[in-house]
């Protein structure tokens, strides 16, 4: 089944999607970026999206959200983040699959624009062998590395697993006195757009736009998906994270800190102290969402990775993005565009 997301959905349309939501928040192998309410959140970034939805006997049994956007007159290309969402048994999971394809091949036979190629970024740490036709793309959109703490323990454990220097600074921080505060409110907002940029200018990395942030963080905020916290000293916010909840998972979205009484390492308790909130609400893992590749310390992740890398947890080296070429003359002029 077929589903547009759209700004009015039908009263069955939001059945469907809120069926859709249900299921994911169930599999671990996928994540929030497939959620309608993603999807809604992308509609205000120039994206668009419509659903494949596979059922057996009434019960989902997976699908995906399929992103499109358009980045000429003439083309636009789709894309799957954190999916598509496939049964655990391989047999099953190849029908479903390629049903999938078949499902959005159809709807690329009615596109009006040219569409010059499907882009997938499933949670996989492996290619599958019924996943034929795809190539490595040049670049990702979403990282393909990232390390998971497990939640499931006893604070005593979280922090046993961690290396011997995040320890140290999270008890450092305790010893300071820093805080640990939740604020998405206005004034949260302003103060996280603060250090978030502040740290996207030191790191020389490309950041996301303020309105990104402005439209984000309240929709997170409304429907309790999300929130902002902040780490305090003397009165000042040093630190901060946004943090998505989603299924059984919390992930660390954005963040950064401030240069300023880098002495009393803010940062360190401020994560502790988010993992151990999420862990009071229910949650068993916390995914600290992209570092650099061991072994590449020019990345330009790689001082921030170093810092991700003392909080411990079980690294994920997830596949890389993958590309099906539908029209290769379009795909060409979408490299361009990207480059």
Known sequence: MQTNHGSSPTSGETSRWKAWDGF???????GFMQSSWWSDFRST????SFGVILKHEGTIVGGA??????????????YIPEGPALPETE??????????VDAIEKRRANEALAVSHLRIEPRWQHVPPFVRGFHRAKAFMEPRNTIC???????EAILAQMKPKGRYNIHVAQRHGVSVVEDASSRG?????????????????????????????????????GSV???????LRLATALVVYFGRRATYFFGGSLVVHRNVMAPYLLH??????????GYESYDLWGVAPEGEPDHSWSDISVFKRKFGGQELALVPTLDYVYDPAAYERYTAWHS
């Not at 047999?91 to 999938?100: D, G, L, M, N, Y």
């Not at 703490?149 to 604070?155: A, F, G, N, T, V």
Request: charged content about 25%; overall charge positive; aromatic content about 14%.
């Open 65 to 78: 959200t399929v992103m499109k956007f358009d980045y000429t007159t003439d083309s636009c290309f789709y």
């Open 229 to 235: 916290f902040f780490a305090e000293y003397g009165g």
């Open 272 to 281: 502790f102290d988010i993992m151990r909130r999420a862990q009071a609400r």
């Open 91 to 100: 047999s099953s999971a190849e029908q479903v699959f390629q049903k999938i």
């Open 189 to 225: 907002l302003e103060d996280f757009l603060t250090i978030y940029e502040d740290t996207i200018r030191r790191h020389g990395l490309r950041g996301k736009p303020q309105r990104y942030f402005r439209t984000l963080i309240p929709l997170l905020s409304a429907t309790r998906r």
């Open 45 to 48: 970034t120039g994206w668009q």
């Open 149 to 155: 703490i497990d939640l499931r323990p006893s604070e």
């Open 24 to 30: 994911l928040e169930s599999n671990a192998a996928t």
